[in-house]
């Protein structure tokens, strides 16, 4: 995980929300953060992530009920 993107989770408090989701939706987010080539690309999908991870009913854009809903 690079380390903005856990500086960002720490900072917000959302590790524990990013460590609860799937592996494959972690590995998503920090594949699609890490390739986007501009720096203000990567903080703009940082925010997105970071916005999914705090309401906990999205992922991607799309409704996400989680296990325990």
Same mark, same amino acid.
């Given at each position: 995980?690079?380390?903005?993107?856990?500086?960002?989770?720490?900072?917000?408090?959302?590790?524990?929300?990013?460590?609860? +989701?799937?592996?494959? !939706?972690?590995?998503?987010? @920090?594949?699609?953060?890490? =390739?986007?080539? /501009?720096?203000?690309t990567?903080? +703009?999908?940082?925010? !997105?992530?970071?916005?999914e @991870?705090?309401?906990?009913? =999205?992922?991607? /854009?799309?409704?996400?009920?989680?296990?325990?809903?």
């Amino acid at each position: 995980m690079p380390d903005f993107v856990r500086q960002a989770l720490v900072d917000n408090k959302l590790m524990a929300a990013f460590e609860a +989701r799937p592996p494959y !939706q972690r590995n998503d987010y @920090l594949g699609w953060i890490s =390739r986007a080539k /501009k720096p203000e690309t990567q903080l +703009r999908r940082l925010a !997105q992530m970071v916005e999914e @991870l705090a309401a906990g009913d =999205r992922y991607m /854009k799309m409704a996400y009920r989680g296990a325990d809903r």
